[in-house]
C-alpha cells in the first residue's frame, strides 16, 4: 500500500446549479519517498488533486487513500489530526504568518499538535533547509526563497507522509527555483515524504520520479522515466 493512493475519484464542483467536472476517474498510486510532478493547461485539476490528496475536500466518488485510510470516513477531529500530522502544504505565495519570525513559524504547527520541545525540533528543521542563520528573522526581512525554505520547514515540522507543494517554484527566479527544486528531492529521498508538486516549470519535471501528465480533468500519462518534452 503506498501512502497516497487514488482511486476513481471524481469530483464536481457545483456553482449556481452547475456542474463543473474537474477531476475525472483518477487512478494513482504513489510510493514513501517518492517524488511526482504534475503537469498540465490551466484548468486541468492540479490543485483540486491536491485538496483531496491533503483531506482539504472529498471526492464526489471513488476514494483517496491517505496511509491505508479513506479520508472521507474520518471524523472531525480525526480531519484536524491528519491534515495537522501527515500532511504538509506548500504554496506559490508561501504563506507565512508575517507577525511570527521564521522560528515560530515552523514551531506553531508542533505547538498545535502538542509536542514536547518545539523549540527544538523547529531549529532542526530550519537547520535542514540551511536557514538556522536566520530563525530570528520576520518574514518581510527575507527573501522569496528564504521564504519559501522557512515554509518547507514549517510543512516538514510533524513529519508528515505527504508534502504537496502547489507551484512551489512560481514566484522565484529560476536559480532560486533549482534551490528549491533541489531541496524537495532531498527530502523525498532523505526522509521518505511523498513529495507531489503541482508545476508549470519544465525544469522542475526534471528533478521528479514521476511526471503525471494531466489534461482535462483526467490523467494523460503517468511515468517514472518518460522523456521530457
Ligand atoms: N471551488 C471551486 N468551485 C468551482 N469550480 C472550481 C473550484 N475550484 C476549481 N474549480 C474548477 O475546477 C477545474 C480545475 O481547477 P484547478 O484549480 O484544480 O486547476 P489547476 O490545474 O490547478 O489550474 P492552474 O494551473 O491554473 O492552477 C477548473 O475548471 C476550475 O474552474
Ligand atoms: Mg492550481
Redesign the pocket.
Known sequence: MGTLRLEHVSKE?V?EGIS?P?LRDINLEFQAGEYVALV??????????LNLAGAMDFPTSGIVWLDGVSTSTLNDAALTRVRREKVGFIFQSFQLLPTLSAIENVELPLMLAGRARSRETAKERLRWVEMEAYEDRMPYQLSGGQMQRVAIARALANSPSILLAD?PTGNLDSATSEVILALLSRIAEDTGTTVLM?T?SLEATGKADTVVR?QD?RVESACSSCPIV
Open positions: 464542483y456553482t463543473v474537474a498540465g493547461r490551466s484548468g486541468c485539476g492540479k490543485s483540486t488533486l507551484e503541482a508549470h494531466m480533468g
